[in-house]
């Protein structure tokens, strides 16, 4: 697939840009293998458009930039996969259920290294030959901590961090080196239980239904835009702890189609949502 | 099934409590059809028993009590349709799922009437030959309506009123001249949007499931113990009105599941959580 | 939304087909508000657009027919409401759903009648205004029974017949009549358990999971193609009878799910598979 | 939890069995932590208790069998963790969520050995520290190959042999040395394509649903006993490969879930249906 391409473009919408985009691709001799669009009821327009054939993605950028309006967002980018960098804590399932999509090629991504707090997971990591590199916070500020994490991360250039059960809070200044580029996975059914142990807050109020979801990060931390969610049901007879342990087959099956998305360039930002195409 | 009865038991665990009751079904030569039992992590005991036979259910409880610990509750019921008051506002879904449910006789409860601070429905009703209440809530205080509603609910005597979208707030007075025995339909998947217009908030969330909770209502609207939940998958397509549409289904199909669990006695209430036998 | 139209599109895939099709609406002044394609890896080529703005659709379909290979099958419509007659034998459940959306306006269809071979549910209809025919097949040969079925079908010219469990099998020249226009709703998840009693095949093999197919009905009864499907999860506590109760309320979200697909003019037929945009 | 035991009964009802059951319980001094128990609609009864005590289960269950009728299946078992071997082929889906559960003490199980006709997996199986056994089924007849992994099965007398995605169909002759004690996972919603390539028939009957099933396998593949069952939704834009890569992630849960049932003993068959308490 080295002459797959993918066409991304946003803005407000404006009669004939579908017809405009489709008409240079037409012209340039390159075929459309998939073409989604969306229009928010506000009036903003969505295309993701994955195409086939003989390109310079930077010569097509110029023409399309010429014909279409000054405020819509293009990018074309060749079909390829994601670099990342995974950070964790102790948990195990998000990572392993990654860790084996990757040794067997399945994961659209290449996974430079797993950054963690605390060392329990290297000898799991080291049976994949993925580099570990353990960063205690502890007898460090918080400033500290996230600036030896952000000196790991510049040896990588990662497009994307993957969040798989890191559980320490990230801060602004932090997030923002990684803006729209960070996932994480929480262990809710969001906005449901937000904030720390969220299963026994699930218990306590007694609900039928638990769930996790996958979203990007921003400043807020449990706020960022929602890329995936999934339930599970529960009844009384499962404690907290039977929750948490369900919750994670659902953790980590969210993770990994919310990634699966990411990586193949399906997911647009608006207004603290996300569009998937 | 005119001898099947229904023995519901619960209070702090004790050692041989499945036992002794066994027991005593057994010398009194009645059949266990099903029975279910559940301990909680903080050893409360709870245990429904179906059987059939000839039996006095006011000299079994003599019985029962006399071999069981002072502070178990005991109640054994024949097994019965429960009389039941439906209240609505101007939505037809779950009214309707009600109604055809009982025209066919599927729904283990007989209707006795409908009450509506509106009268749109009221056709709709009367096709079904259910008497119906016009209560407006207009030019009265909060309190006048409730004694006008109260007043109404004392001609049936209900065993449980079913709010089946009735979209006024309830008082705590009110609730309590039917505590336990009033069950609501929440346009939510609970806890996450609680309040007014909860499909707006889903769809500025930009959440990928929306559900709905039926609960019994206590003081606090929202907060009283979850009967049944569901969801359904929605995507950046569904507008918050879309939201609403797809929400009416599972709306209706949740407060009828959790009906049925409640009229067959499967229903415990304990520390604002259901445990369902 | 009475200048609302629809654009459908199908054949063998060429290059700049959306683009075509874009630019003949863009010169036309018409506004796209939806637009999905899809090509399946066999080549196929498959465009649903829907469009807004003064159009004379007969115009357009000449237009867009001077610049499309001849192979594309094209059709133009306005977007409007489908007429529709329902068929039912004895059970209510499907017919209940449907005639309580259609009462409150949410079918995207007009129901011009109901056609039964028993008239046990003529009451209930009744309460809907809507014209019940009891045509029973005693007495009759198939031949004869189902030429009466047709001659009432004549009256009302339907864009759809809707089998809502109607129980009998329709022989290959009644299905010519309406080819790819009934809808049936199968008291199973196909292909599993075709053929009579599914519920009770399912009990006997003990599956954990039942369901319901919505499909185009073609000369095998059976076997055309699917539209919808849904399961719930069963256990071993169901009979063969709970899990028939239990299939119902999928049997009738499946129907009006897929009821709406098609009255949205969204489903192509192709090899026997559904194509929905 | 050493002195955990789980008392498993299945035999044609009688009046009093729970109260017998008990009665010795709570003269022994025992504590029941959870029972379960079912009638089926033929009369045949199921319990399964789980209590906790100082307990000879040899001495039990003879004072239960003078108390009971003979034609009741009396088992008590300590409460430990099962010996099994895993059989796989080529794909590793399962195999990976197995052997990471098992490296996280989350399976109930001791993982004795993998044996496998392909060496393809030997190096990932190897990460984890696991004997690993290739006995090519090349050169070799059907019976010489089942009896070299009789043989190597000899050394481990595993209490259940675990198929994950061992794609040889076994004979009736092996399936006789691990009678109800083979587990597999169908790549099927069974009973709905039986036989090879299920995803590939799925696409060509254009399903909107696919499944995967855990079951025991008994003389005739994939008929024995059902165990799980869980499913995805698909739709037409899915390949017949894109299903297969999406069942695998429904495959290996729903034999995770089937084993975690299996392991702790909630597992009855009967009339090659299962009974789970």
């Given at each position: 697939m080295n002459n797959r391409h993918i066409l991304l473009m946003d803005g407000p919408d404006h009669k004939g840009l579908i017809y405009h985009v489709t008409r240079v691709l037409f012209e340039h001799n390159l075929n459309i293998i998939r073409n989604d669009e969306y229009v928010s009821p506000s009036g903003y327009f969505f295309m993701r458009t994955e195409f086939e054939g003989e390109a310079d993605p930077d010569q097509l950028l110029v023409v399309l930039q010429n014909e279409l309006p000054q405020v819509i967002n293009l990018r074309v980018n060749p079909k390829k996969k994601k670099d990342v960098v995974l950070m964790v804590t102790k948990e195990h399932h998000c990572l392993g259920e990654l860790l084996i999509r990757y040794a067997f090629d399945e994961?659209?991504?290449?996974?430079q290294a797993v950054i963690s707090?605390?060392?329990?997971?290297q000898p799991f990591v080291s049976k994949f030959g993925i580099p570990f590199h353990y960063i205690?916070?502890?007898?460090?500020t918080r400033q500290e901590h996230e600036e030896a994490i952000l000196r790991t991360l510049d040896i990588y250039q990662p497009e994307y961090v993957v969040l798989?059960?890191?559980?320490r809070v990230l801060t602004s200044d932090f997030v923002k080196h990684y803006s729209s580029r960070i996932v994480n996975i929480h262990h809710s059914f969001l906005p449901a239980f937000v904030g720390a142990n969220p299963y026994r807050q699930a218990y306590e109020r007694g609900v039928k239904i638990i769930g996790a979801t996958a979203h990007f990060v921003n400043d807020d931390l449990d706020e960022g835009p929602i890329i995936a969610q999934d339930v599970k049901e529960v009844d009384h007879r499962q404690t907290a702890t039977d929750m948490a342990t369900l919750g994670r087959d659902t953790e980590k099956l969210v993770l990994s189609k919310a990634l699966k998305l990411v990586f193949n360039d399906r997911v647009f930002i608006h207004n603290n949502r996300t569009i998937i195409l």
């Open positions: 994961l659209d991504a290449n996974i707090n605390y060392n329990v997971l205690s916070h502890e007898h460090k798989a059960k890191y559980m």
